[in-house]
């Protein structure tokens, strides 16, 4: 195969992939997601539970309020374009890197970051295994830690979201899928 035929190829393959709309349904798919992930990967059961200010369908994401803690997030690129993110406080994320790696691990900065950043990996992939569509079109990047206060994560526009709430251990928890329409 000469290169002007791989590259009509992988053409053709791209024009076949038409990127998917967010749909509201799944929401509860990156419920359960979460759920699993956090059973399986810190021995732990979190409590589902829905803020005042979060509402069952999409919605335009904004500019996110400033913030403080630990945010995680995982690319996503393919027939589905956005982040998936992980955000808790500083406390909560030294608390479940203790559960995932020990107590005298979770001193470490870097363990905590590592352990969160792995969360979310794991929550965005087992998130787009759940869905057909997702599964084998759309890949995800490596996990990126944002440690630190008063900070914004502010996505490129126009974009939707999805945003599921937990608590583990009282402390809440924030996931969401950001995705680019």
């Given amino acids: 195969m000469t290169i002007t035929s791989a590259t009509t190829a992988a053409t053709a393959v791209s024009a076949e992939l038409k990127r998917l709309p967010l749909d509201t349904a799944w929401k509860s798919v990156l419920e359960c997601a979460t759920l699993e992930v956090f059973e399986m990967m810190a021995a732990t059961r979190l409590t589902p539970c829905i803020p005042p200010e979060l509402t069952p ?15 995680a997030m995982v690319g ?42 792995e969360l979310c990996n794991m929550v965005a992939g087992n998130f787009k295994a759940k869905i057909t569509s997702l599964a084998d079109h759309c890949m995800l990047s490596v996990s990126t830690v944002i440690t630190g206060e008063n900070y914004a994560l502010q996505s490129a526009e126009p974009s939707e979201s ?20």
Avoid at 84 to 99: E, G, P, V
Avoid at 164 to 174: D, K, R
């Fill in 57 to 71: 369908h999409a919605q335009p994401a904004t500019p996110t309020k400033t913030q403080s803690g630990l945010i």
């Fill in 76 to 117: 996503m690129a393919g027939v589905l374009c956005g982040i998936t993110t992980i955000h808790c406080s500083s406390d909560t994320a030294i608390r479940l890197a203790s559960k995932m790696a020990g107590t005298e691990a979770a001193k470490d900065p870097n363990i905590v970051s590592d352990a969160i950043g």
């Fill in 162 to 181: 999805l945003q599921v709430a937990v608590l583990f251990e009282s402390s809440p928890i924030q996931i969401s899928l950001i995705t680019q329409s």
